[in-house]
């Protein structure tokens, strides 16, 4: 288990706060308001941004805390004995507030173009068929991008070099795909952020899907993980 420090939990703040601004400025501008979001959005452009950073970020910020800039992966790495639970907590409190800060700065620079897309905050689209169903989106991208993080940076075969693309092109694949759904969140830090600046919680039907999806999702990954793709006979991965 690898120690972290300050260095470490700064990198987790700056890292989620970049990332929560790319995201919040790239639905701005490119996220059409209203019911019909699915059929004018352009989620390739958005899906493409949201890998493109997630990739730059892991890369760049990746060697001094492990890039995790997720409460979800954070709780795989606790489970994986990658980091300590206090170590974890820290993590957790530095991602949240990175997010709020990213939306405050695409609401600071946006203001009223940001406005009605929230600053980039997600939201249950009409097209599912309740809030159960947006649990379900979040659980199941969380479960895939977690278990992309397992195989590529904390498991017993892990290829760290490859894992700043496979995880940025794992989270752009999933956000083509279930962005028209629950504007793909898969991360309570990046959910809440948003949601918190430009006061989109929606009531409990709004939050508990990205709350609860994600937890459940990175849980499911862990279960696989050690179920299905690990090795007893082996050692252990390699510190994150």
Same mark, same amino acid.
């Given at each position: 288990?690898?120690?972290?420090?300050?260095?470490?939990?700064?990198?987790?703040?700056?890292?989620?706060?970049?990332?929560?601004?790319?995201?919040?400025?790239?639905?701005?501008?490119? @996220?059409?308001?209203?019911?019909?979001?699915? *059929?004018?959005?352009?989620?390739?452009?958005?899906?493409?941004?949201?890998?493109?950073?997630?990739?730059?970020?892991? @890369?760049?910020?990746?060697?001094?805390? $492990?890039?995790?800039?997720?409460?979800?992966?954070?709780?795989?790495?606790?489970?994986?004995?990658?980091?300590? @639970?206090?170590?974890?907590?820290?993590?957790?409190?530095?991602?949240?507030?990175?997010?709020?800060?990213?939306?405050?700065?695409?609401?600071?620079?946006?203001?009223?173009?940001?406005?009605?897309?929230?600053?980039?905050?997600?939201?249950?689209?009409?097209?599912?068929?309740?809030?159960?169903? @947006?649990?379900?989106?979040?659980?199941?991208?969380?479960?895939?991008?977690?278990?992309?993080?397992?195989?590529?940076?904390?498991?017993?075969?892990?290829?760290?070099?490859?894992?700043? *693309?496979?995880? $940025?092109?794992?989270?752009?694949?999933?956000?083509?795909?279930? $962005?028209?759904?629950?504007?793909?969140?898969?991360?309570?830090?990046?959910?809440?952020?948003?949601?918190?600046?430009?006061?989109?919680?929606?009531?409990?039907?709004?939050?508990?899907?990205?709350?609860?999806?994600?937890?459940?999702?990175?849980?499911?990954?862990?279960?696989?993980?050690?179920?299905?793709?690990?090795?007893?006979?082996?050692?252990?991965?390699?510190?994150?």
């Amino acid at each position: 288990m690898k120690d972290r420090g300050l260095a470490a939990y700064i990198a987790e703040l700056v890292g989620t706060m970049f990332l929560v601004l790319t995201i919040g400025v790239v639905l701005s501008m490119y @996220a059409a308001p209203g019911t019909s979001t699915a *059929f004018s959005t352009d989620f390739a452009v958005i899906g493409l941004v949201h890998g493109f950073a997630l990739f730059m970020l892991i @890369a760049g910020l990746g060697p001094v805390s $492990g890039g995790h800039f997720n409460p979800a992966v954070t709780l795989v790495a606790v489970l994986l004995k990658k980091i300590d @639970a206090v170590d974890a907590i820290a993590y957790v409190l530095t991602q949240l507030v990175g997010a709020i800060l990213g939306a405050l700065i695409v609401k600071g620079l946006l203001l009223d173009e940001g406005l009605a897309g929230n600053y980039g905050a997600t939201a249950i689209s009409p097209l599912l068929a309740n809030s159960f169903a @947006a649990f379900v989106v979040e659980l199941i991208g969380t479960f895939l991008l977690v278990t992309a993080v397992i195989t590529t940076e904390f498991g017993q075969k892990a290829k760290p070099q490859f894992a700043p *693309f496979a995880i $940025g092109m794992t989270l752009a694949f999933l956000v083509m795909i279930f $962005g028209p759904l629950t504007g793909a969140g898969f991360n309570p830090a990046r959910w809440f952020g948003p949601a918190l600046i430009g006061d989109a919680f929606n009531g409990f039907a709004g939050v508990w899907p990205y709350l609860l999806g994600p937890g459940v999702g990175a849980l499911l990954a862990f279960g696989f993980y050690r179920g299905v793709l690990y090795d007893p006979n082996e050692g252990d991965g390699a510190a994150a």
